[in-house]
């Protein structure tokens, strides 16, 4: 079982796409584990988006994550960062695959909409930096055993 990050970055919430980006999301079948909506101050912006730093588009970037509010969460299932990628599309919405988040719902790089962790090492320090232990929920769900043998 894996958990991952995703953010639904301000075009996502000014767009009025929240709901549709969590629907494709939740249907998959991944479990929302921890949840909330706030506006990222600079500092924490850069500490997200540090491996970017002193790339062309960094200061734009943080501009961007920061200029309004985001929705922070965490999902979990088998191997959910992959699943959460693929269900993306690839960073370029020009890029990414039709019937992706990406593909449908953007156009460009610099505005495409959701972050989602990269690996298992980022996952679990992108996690750490939005959401205190205590905010993680387990709970059980009758549906999982109609998503996967044995969760
Ligand atoms: P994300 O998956 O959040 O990871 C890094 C982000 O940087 C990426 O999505 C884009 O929002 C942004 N990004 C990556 N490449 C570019 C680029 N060439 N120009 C502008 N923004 C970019």
Redesign the pocket.
Known sequence: MERTLV?LKPDAVQRGLIGEIICRLERRGLKIIAMKMVQLSEEIARRH?AV?EGKP?FE??IAYITSAPVVLMVLEGPRAIEVVRTTMGA?DPAKAAPGTIRADLALT??R?LV??SDGPETAASEIALFFREDELLQYPRDTDRWLMVKP
Do not use: K, Q
Request: net charge negative; no cysteine; proline share 0%.
């Open positions: 953010i988006y970017h588009f734009g970037l960073t790089v610099d495409n972050h989602g």
